[in-house]
């Protein structure tokens, strides 16, 4: 026990599963629990707007916090912080009470995304030729959480209504960071943490690097389309699912089935990543994801919404260990923490842009209509990628793309 408690990767991998499992539990209710709460559907999406934005927020402060004061207690802070969010949205009562704790939630949780990450990638970046395959198997337990965690919030909100929903998420948040701060140290002190940052540069480093990376740059048009896509399944699909069934465990049950297909499918396509390379990988996922988003959106028949959740899943599942790959070999360690930290205030804006732009949009066009959109930028976007890239040869070792 000892042992597993002193190493960073297992602790922290450990973590990620159970906060992936709360947050599972919630996305198949959270867009009609807060229409509910605001009595439109638009207002409820403003409020993951919201969120986003305090993520923003929550990402360049805390991370300079952690410097300051070491990133144990930013970590340890946050956790305990996060898990009694759950709590108050269990007793939202309007649409300014939701908005308030919604941003105070996300800005909250945000400390600890960034260096987590970094670090992550920092331990990965030592097993030489097998990022991809650590990553999957990774992913694979995190979607296996992601799966139990869905169904699971369906079921206890059919039978006991959103805020029970919420109340167990509590519980279990409570829980997860009482053994934090007990248990785990990452043994790195504040004087560590403030060396560290001195090595690894600037937030403007980090976007100079990005910008003459060829790689890098690709990689931001991907995630732009897959932030998009992520960042407003959780409004569109408990909309569109929801109006098919008339079934909140439905949308639970297709969130529960996308999270078993990359359960499975995220080991071998890690496998498959190491030995073909990220960018094969990542063509093919993002032609899978593109081709499921548009079945989702034109589909009327409920078969068939089964196969294409499960195709976006896969499509999903590549984007997972083909991404961490070529961040991995492509970012040097000594710039990570700053490269990181472009990129995931970068994913965050996107989203912020996304949440508010389905806000407007579900005033005036249908949920499928959206995601149709959806569908078609993603094969834009991937023609683009493929375009910058085609005079690039992309390894399995570290290289600097420059144009």
């Not at 409020?47 to 934005?53: G, S």
């Not at 269990?90 to 400390?111: L, R, V």
């Amino acid at each position: 026990m000892k042992k597993f408690l002193t190493n960073p990767l297992l602790v922290l991998s450990s973590l990620t599963l159970i906060s992936i499992f709360t947050g599972s539990m919630i996305a198949p209710i959270e867009s009609r629990f807060l229409t509910q709460i605001t009595g439109s559907s638009s207002y409820a999406s403003f409020a993951f707007t919201i969120a986003t934005f305090a993520s923003i927020l929550g990402t360049l402060w805390l991370s300079r916090l952690a410097n300051k004061v070491g990133r144990d207690k930013v970590i340890h802070t946050a956790f305990i912080i996060s898990a009694f969010f759950p709590l108050l949205y269990s007793f939202t009562q309007n649409t300014f009470q939701a908005y308030g704790i919604k941003f105070a939630w996300a800005f909250a949780a945000a400390g600890t995304g960034t260096v987590l990450r970094a670090f992550i990638q920092e331990e990965v970046s030592v097993f030489k030729g097998k990022e991809g395959t650590f990553y999957g198997i990774i992913y694979s337990l995190q979607s296996g959480a992601g799966a139990v965690g869905s169904i699971f919030g369906g079921i206890i909100s059919d039978k006991f209504g959103f805020f029970s929903v919420f109340r167990v998420v509590f519980i279990i948040s409570l829980l997860q960071a009482l053994i934090l701060i007990i248990l785990f140290r990452t043994n790195r002190s504040k004087g560590d943490d403030v060396k560290e940052a001195k090595q690894k540069g600037s937030f403007r480093e980090g976007v100079k690097y990005i910008w003459i990376n060829k790689i890098l740059r690709a990689r931001f048009i991907l995630v732009t389309v897959f932030g998009i896509n992520w960042s407003t399944k959780v409004i569109l699909y408990p909309l569109i699912l929801f109006a098919l069934s008339g079934l909140d465990s439905f949308t639970g049950a297709v969130f529960s089935v996308q999270g078993i297909t990359a359960l499975i499918v995220l080991p071998i396509i890690g496998k498959i990543v190491d030995k073909v390379g990220y960018s094969k990988v990542l063509k093919v996922g993002y032609f899978c994801l593109g081709l499921g988003v548009l079945t989702l959106a034109l589909t009327p028949y409920v078969w068939l919404i089964w196969v294409a959740a499960a195709t976006v899943a896969a499509g999903e599942a590549c984007n997972g260990p083909g991404m961490s790959k070529l961040e991995t070999i492509n970012i040097p360690n000594y710039l990570r923490n700053s490269v990181v930290a472009v990129q995931d205030v970068y994913t965050t804006v996107v989203e912020l842009f996304s949440t508010f732009l389905t806000g407007i949009m579900l005033a005036f066009l249908q949920p499928r209509v959206i995601m149709f959109i959806m569908g078609v930028l993603i094969f834009i976007s991937l023609a683009m990628s493929t375009f910058i890239m085609r005079n690039t040869k992309v390894t399995n070792d570290i290289s600097v793309h420059v144009k």
